[in-house]
C-alpha cells in the first residue's frame, strides 16, 4: 500500500512483532523515532526500563519539532497507550499531516518465537499482557479518527535471513560419488611454518578436494611421527586456513572431549563457520591417549565417563548453535542461557569418531556423521551398526593409504615409510598402489554408501605431494 508522505505514522504491535523491521525496512533511519533507541541514548541502554520516563519526554520533544517542519515522523513504541496515541493524532491534525496507523497482525506464537530468538527477549509474562491488550485494541482503532488504518501481516516483518548453502555452489564430489578431504596430520614445515601451511591449502583447494582437516592432538601420536615433532593447535590453524578465502570445508578429525569445555568448542567451531561462510565442521571424540593428557595437566576419566561427556559435549554445542538465547533443559545438559554469537551460518555438522558399540549409537543418535576406519570388512559392521539405528546419519571413513606414481614408485615409498614393519605387512595394511588402485578401491566404499573420504598420507611433505594425489578427485 502506498501511504502518505509526507505523514505522521504510528506503529502499534507487541514485541516481535516487526514494527522495527518494517519501518526500518521503508523509512530513513533518521524518519523514526524509537522509545528503545531512546532509551539507549538517555539511559544504559534500549532495555533500560529506569529511563522509559526521559525516553518518551524525549520522544514527544522529537516527535513535535519533525511534525511541525511538517517532516515524515515514524513513531515506534508498543502504540497501545491512548492517551498518546489521541495526542499524536491531535498533533498531525494541527500541523496539517496525514494521520496515519500501521497496525502489525503477527500470530501469538511467531511474536513468541522472534522475542525468544532476540540477545534480550522480553520476559514471557510481560510478553502475554502486551498480546491480550493488542487482541484487545485492534477492533477499536478503526473509530480513532485515523485518516489511514494499514494492516502488515507476518510475511511483510520477516527479518529471517536466507539460509547459506552448506555445500559449496558446485559440490565437490568425485565421478564415483565421494567427498574426499585431505587430513594433514604431520607438519614438516621448515622453517616458515605458515607459508608451508598456505602452500598446502591451495594446493588441495586446487586439485579439487573438497575440504581440509586437521588432527586434534597435544602431542604427536607415535602413529604418525616422533614426539618431539610440530602439531599445531588445530583451531588457531584452521583460522589461518579460513583467511586465505579458498573453497575448502574446515575442521578437525577429531576434537577429544577431554581437551576443552564443550562450549569452547562450540565457540571456536561456530566462529570458524562465520569466517568460511558456513564451510566449517566439528569432529569430535572420547579421547584415547592418556599420555598426552598427563603431559598437559588433564583429567583422563575411565571409557564410560568420557563416552558421558561425548554425549554431553554434542547436546551442549547444538544447544549453542541454536536459534535465540533462551536457557536449554535437554536430556543430558541444562543451561542457563544459550547466548553463542557469532552463530553459524548454517547447521553446523557433527562428525564422532570411533568404533566402539556405544560411539557408533552416540554417532547415529546426536551426531550428523560417523568417521570410522576404511579396511574392509570390519568398515562394513560398522555400516551395519550404524544403519540399524539411523538412515541418515553419514558414514566416512580415514583412510591412510600409500599412493605411488606407478607401481614402483609405491614399493618404494613402503621401504621408506615402513620402518620396522615388514614390507608385505605394511603394504597391506597401507593399500599401497597406484591412484588407479585407490579409485578401484574406493568405488566399493561408495557403493558400501559411504558419503566421505577423509584422506592421510604419512609423506605428505608440502603441496607438491598434494598435487601427486589430485588423479584421485577426477
Known amino acids: 500500500m502506498n501511504l502518505p508522505d509526507p505523514a505522521l505514522v504510528v506503529l502499534v504491535g507487541p514485541s516481535g512483532s516487526g514494527k522495527s523491521t518494517w519501518a526500518g525496512a521503508r523509512y530513513r533511519r533518521d524518519e523514526i523515532v524509537s522509545s528503545d533507541a531512546l532509551r539507549g541514548v538517555v ?8 529511563a522509559t520516563g526521559d525516553a518518551f519526554d524525549l520522544l514527544e520533544r522529537v516527535v513535535a519539532a519533525r511534525t511541525g517542519r511538517g517532516l515524515t515522523t515514524v513513531v515506534d513504541t508498543l502504540g497501545t497507550d491512548q492517551v498518546r496515541r489521541r495526542a499524536w493524532l491531535a498533533r498531525a491534525r494541527e500541523v496539517g499531516l496525514p494521520a496515519v496507523l500501521v497496525v502489525m497482525d503477527t500470530p501469538d506464537a511467531e511474536c513468541r ?13 510481560v510478553l502475554a499482557g502486551q498480546l491480550t491488550r493488542h487482541r484487545a485494541l485492534v477492533p477499536e482503532l478503526g473509530l480513532e479518527g485515523w485518516d489511514v488504518v494499514h494492516t502488515v501481516t507476518a510475511e511483510e516483518t520477516s527479518a529471517e535471513p536466507p539460509k547459506a548453502s552448506r555445500e559449496p555452489a558446485v559440490e565437490r564430489r568425485t565421478s564415483q560419488g565421494l567427498k574426499v578431504v585431505l587430513q594433514v596430520s604431520r607438519f614438516p614445515w621448515g622453517e616458515d611454518p605458515l607459508a608451508w601451511l598456505t602452500g598446502v591449502a591451495r594446493a588441495a583447494d586446487q586439485a579439487g578436494f573438497a575440504g581440509l582437516s586437521l588432527m586434534d592432538h597435544l602431542i604427536q601420536i607415535p602413529q604418525v611421527d616422533r614426539a618431539w615433532a610440530s602439531i599445531p593447535e588445530p583451531w588457531v590453524t584452521l583460522g589461518a586456513v579460513a583467511g586465505l578465502g579458498t573453497e575448502l570445508e574446515l575442521g578437525t578429525l577429531v576434537t577429544p572431549v577431554t581437551f576443552r569445555a564443550p562450549g569452547i568448542t562450540a565457540k571456536a567451531a561456530a566462529t570458524l563457520d562465520v569466517l568460511t561462510g558456513g564451510r566449517a565442521f566439528v569432529g569430535v571424540g572420547a ?20 563416552l558421558d561427556a561425548l554425549e554431553r559435549g554434542i547436546e551442549t554445542m547444538k544447544a549453542l548453535w541454536a536459534a535465540g538465547t533462551k536457557p536449554h533443559d ?5 543451561l542457563p542461557e544459550t547466548t553463542c554469537y557469532p552463530r553459524p551460518v548454517g547447521t553446523l ?8 558399540p556405544r560411539t557408533l549409537r552416540v554417532a547415529a543418535t546426536l551426531g550428523d556423521a560417523a568417521n570410522v576406519p576404511s579396511a574392509r570388512p570390519a568398515l ?7 544403519r540399524r539405528r539411523s538412515e541418515s546419519v553419514r558414514v566416512t571413513v580415514l583412510d591412510l593409504p600409500t599412493i605411488g606414481t606407478d607401481r614402483e614408485d609405491a614399493w618404494a615409498r613402503v621401504e621408506r615409510l615402513r620402518g620396522r614393519t615388514a614390507a608385505a605387512a605394511y603394504a597391506e595394511r597401507t593399500h599401497a598402489g597406484t591412484v588407479a588402485d585407490q579409485r578401484d578401491r574406493w568405488g566399493g566404499l561408495a557403493d558400501l ?5 577423509f584422506l592421510g598420507v604419512a609423506d605428505l611433505d608440502g603441496a607438491d605431494d598434494v598435487e601427486r594425489l589430485a588423479g ?3
Open 43 to 50: 539511559g544504559s541502554g534500549p532495555h533500560d526500563l529506569d
Open 113 to 125: 518465537r522472534r522475542n525468544a530468538a532476540r540477545d534480550r527477549p522480553v520476559p514471557a509474562p
Open 287 to 306: 579421547g584415547w591417549w592418556e599420555r598426552e593428557h598427563a603431559a598437559y595437566g588433564l583429567d583422563f576419566p575411565p571409557p564410560r565417563e568420557r
Open 330 to 334: 535437554g536430556a543430558r545438559v541444562s
Open 349 to 356: 555438522p557433527v562428525i564422532v569418531g570411533g568404533t566402539g
Open 380 to 386: 562394513d559392521g560398522y555400516v551395519e551398526t550404524l
Open 449 to 453: 554408501g559411504v558419503d566421505t573420504v
Open 472 to 474: 584421485l578427485l577426477a
